[in-house]
């Protein structure tokens, strides 16, 4: 579906929300096909004529793990939804680690979050799936919101967390950290060759896939899939795309009770984001809410 399509579909949408003219945020759209074109053409070009060491692999393994999970354990299970408590430096880890996926904020990704939670399939959803599986891949990132007192009112809670707001303040500095240090360790390793080679395939093409990786959660997620837990709302379970996402594919579980820490609660759900948690109650690190 082009943007043209998404455009008149949701034009078409009899909601007061939608009366009003789409303005596109082209801020993102830049960013976004940037990292597109550098993952999808720079990279396999690069790699095709220079190679990649064993060092740029490692780094991409390391860091996709470290940012999904800065995502999924920080971003949602920690902020948006208060599943667990934890130390100050684990969370503030945790706000680095997700800042580092390119996501926006923490203020901005969980307001949107929860409200998605709040407003399912409905207009008030900013990744309505009913919209389609583009809008609510990666279109709606796209397009300015049509409702911005909506959402502020989903970010007063996180406004008040001071490590919510401090990383808010240094987003930026917190994505090109991100950046810069495949860039600096491929530099070391083998100079200029090695230090473009670490910033394509662990910055950006990681960067490109954590991102594509929690897409799919708010797409295929609300498309297809099983709904062991009820269909109240279009919310759905596909184990494999937890394979991807650290253990976010047991989407409808987490619809239905998204202040368990876990989203796959069965024991022989591939989850690590439970298991990290989980680690954190082992070593006093972290506590379930009382
Ligand atoms: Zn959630
Ligand atoms: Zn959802």
């Not at 901005?108 to 929860?114: A, E, F, L, M, T």
């Not at 083998?190 to 490109?208: P, Q």
Request: one cysteine or more.
């Amino acid at each position: 579906m082009d943007q043209i399509t998404v455009n008149q579909n949701i034009s078409a949408k009899s909601s007061p929300l939608n009366k009003d003219k789409v303005k596109f945020d082209y801020m993102t759209i830049t960013i976004f096909s940037m990292v597109s074109i550098f993952a999808l053409i720079a990279t396999p070009l690069f790699g095709y004529f220079y190679g990649y060491s064993q060092l740029d692999w490692i780094l991409f393994v390391v860091l996709y793990m470290i940012t999904g999970l800065g995502i999924t354990v920080g971003y949602h299970r920690l902020i948006s939804h208060r599943s667990f408590t934890c130390a100050t430096p684990v969370k503030i880890a945790l706000l680095i680690a997700g800042g580092w996926a390119l996501e926006n904020s923490a203020l901005k990704w969980c307001s949107d979050h929860i409200r998605h939670h709040a407003k399912t399939d409905t207009d008030e959803d900013p990744y309505n799936a009913k919209k389609g599986f583009w809008h609510s891949h990666v279109l709606w990132i796209f397009i300015k919101d049509q409702n911005p007192g909506g959402r502020e009112k989903y970010k007063a809670a996180l406004r008040k967390d001071k490590w919510i707001m401090w990383q808010d303040r240094h987003y930026l500095a917190v994505v090109v950290s991100g950046l810069v240090l495949p860039f600096v360790i491929g530099f070391l390793h083998r100079g200029w060759i090695g230090a473009i080679s670490a910033f394509l395939l662990a910055g950006v093409f990681r960067v490109f896939l954590v991102l594509n990786s929690t897409f799919f959660i708010n797409s295929i997620c609300h498309i297809w899939g099983t709904q062991p837990y009820g269909d109240a709302n279009s919310s759905r379970d596909n184990w494999w795309i937890s394979l991807l996402t650290f253990g976010e594919g047991y989407h409808n579980y987490h619809h239905n009770f998204p202040r368990d820490y876990r989203n796959g609660p069965l024991w022989y759900n591939f989850d690590p984001s439970k298991w990290l948690i989980f680690s954190f109650f082992v070593l006093r690190l972290g506590k379930k809410p009382s």
